[in-house]
């Protein structure tokens, strides 16, 4: 009947009124009855949209007629079971909405039939109302994943479907549907996100005959999931949350759910370290000599964790070989792991190891002894190659049983306190034992998660898939952190970090200076403004900076230190973005969860439309209360087109209420392209 702002407390009496006024009439051409709007819609009911359950018992039982049998829950939640005895299903949901604000929701089909059941599809959906007449949702590319994209809610469907076997780079991180010309700070939203790492459906549902819905779950392909008697499906989590108060209404609920869910990820309990990952600084070249010089300097600065990227096992010189033989090469390596991890360990900081366990190269010892352990759509036919390789079976008990033998000898021998697991290609063609695959592979890869969780419980994990291809939350139910995406070009990242952020909270995205020179896109960045992008995420460095100039390496410890300085506020704050009027210019900040301290960040992406930029109006501040602000530029100020700077900037800081400065704003200086600078408010 309603989904959106809290109504206040209803007896029996008014939500029968409720019933009442929002029970549709009887217009021509329409059912007898009226259609009612159920969380899996029901076309036996008479719903002419998407059905929320699809499938059939060898061509019969498709269009079942659930009734409800019974209610039950308690405090915030929901539990309730509805049958067809005729077709033989039992359907039952659990929903919960959480002190932050977020609602969740799954179901469970049974099979209760004599015969196996075919589930096409289960799928949830929420209703929205009319004047939410505006869809905000993502697509994108790797290395330029969750680019926004905005239609007019009219009448039909808007689907995306993910058919990649992971999240995928052109995934929508989430759905929204708002009133027209929603922001970060304006306008009622409702927004949904599908907790699935595998293939996954998002749509945005308005039928002449019935009321928009947001809905979705699992894509399921041809024939994937059979019931036998008296087994059962579960869908993935659907989170939905709504906001009075623009996009940032939801970000709040979403984040407050990440940081206080139990039981409390590592993530949670400490301040998060800042990294050093290896790729871009030495790629596939594991020299002892230059890591350990790399770890000498690294330490120096301030880095807290030192990350041994791709290359490290057998027969893995380059992306061509190797996947799959999970053993120390001892060409590279001839005393082990154990010289460059004592000597990490002895400057003071963690170690931590690449894996890409669910992947084989078929130049590899494993697909040699082991060729059927690929997914392939059949016996003997292999799918097409991407990065020179295949993905191993881990519905298949002896692939499993391997890979989770490999990683737990090594994470039981080695001192490793951080896992950075990659997954770098699509499924395609991705059967097990001549059925479709993609479900048994997500849930097999989920267990594995689990067992090595539990045997390393002081193991941190993060979730990469070139980048930022499989984020979402259930694989955050395990994962410590995500890597944001491959690319670590600042000017890319600010907008892939800003959408990525409307879900996740800075602590959970990965986010590293790369060098001067980004290596996707061949842009030449200061480092201040690296620096200044890499702040607002899981901060560290994917870059040589042994090899740096004197001068980055005061700028590299300097950056180090004002996050350290920072990062509680980053990462216990509440994320505020500004509705700025420049299209060239972001501005976005954390604000301390009491208000007392904030920090912000101006971006200048492109030349302006006007020579005096408009003011910048901070957001999030308590208007009573008064702030010292000033501009702060740990890596060095970032270069201005002008040949003075507003008076306040001269003479350093300036004392001002969060009414001025959340009403009328200030003015900063005229900002070269691709710069940003800091705003420090305490």
Known sequence: MHWGPPLGPLDQAELAALADVTEPGLPPNVPDQPVPLTLVPDPGAGHSGRPGLRGHRAGTAWSPTLRLTSVSGGEGRLGYVAT??????????????????????????????????????????????????????????????????????????????????????????????????????????????????????????????????????ELLLPGELSLAPGAEYASPWLYAAYSAAGIDGISAAFHRWLRSRPPRQRWAERPRPVVLNTWEAVYFDHNLDTLRRLADTAAQLGVERFVLDDGWFRHRRDDTAGLGDWFVDETVWPDGLDPVIKHVRGLGMEFGLWFEPEMINPDSDLYRAHPDWVLAPAPGVLPPAQRHQQVLDLANPAAYAYILDRMDRLLTEYDIAFVKWDHNRDLIGAGHAGRAGVHAQTVAYYRLFDELRARHADVEFESCSSGGARIDLEVLERADRVWTSDCNDALERQTIQRWTGVFLPPELMG????????????????????????????????????????????????????????????????????????????????????????????????????????????????????????????????????????????????LLTGAVLTQVGIQLPTFEPEQACLLHLT
């Open 84 to 217: 067809d005895p005729d077709a033989g299903l039992t359907l039952t949901g659990e929903l919960e909405l959480t002190a932050s604000g977020l609602l969740r929701l799954r179901h469970r089909i049974r099979n209760d039939g004599e015969a196996p059941y075919t589930v096409d599809g289960l799928e949830a959906a929420l209703p929205v109302p009319e004047r939410a007449g505006e869809l905000l949702d993502f697509s994108g590319i790797h290395c330029k994943e969750r680019q926004p994209r905005r239609h007019t809610f009219e009448l039909g469907s808007w689907v995306r479907e993910g058919r990649r076997g992971r999240t995928g780079h052109d995934a929508t991180i989430g759905l929204l549907a708002g009133t027209p010309g929603f922001g970060f700070r304006r306008g009622e939203v409702w927004a949904l996100h599908v907790a699935w790492s595998g293939n996954h459906v998002t749509y945005a549902e308005h039928q002449p005959d019935s009321r928009p819905v947001l809905g979705g779950g």
């Open 511 to 654: 986010a590293h200076i790369g060098p001067p020179r980004s290596h996707t896109t061949g842009r030449v960045h200061d480092l201040s403004f690296r620096a200044a992008t890499a702040l607002f995420g899981h901060f560290g460095f994917e870059w040589n900076i042994a090899d740096a100039t004197p001068d980055e390496q005061a700028g590299i410890a300097a950056v180090i230190a004002f996050y350290r300085q920072v990062r509680g506020l980053l990462h216990g704050g509440d994320v505020v973005r500004v509705d700025h009027p420049d299209p060239a210019a972001l501005v976005h900040g954390v604000v301390a969860p009491d208000a007392s301290e904030a920090l912000f960040s101006y971006v200048q992406l492109a030349v302006g439309d006007t020579i005096r930029p408009p003011r910048v109006r901070l957001a999030g501040l308590d208007p009573d209360r008064r702030y010292r602000l000033s501009l702060v530029e740990p890596a060095g100020p970032a270069r201005r087109h002008q040949r003075a700077n507003p008076g306040w900037l001269d003479r350093g800081d300036v």
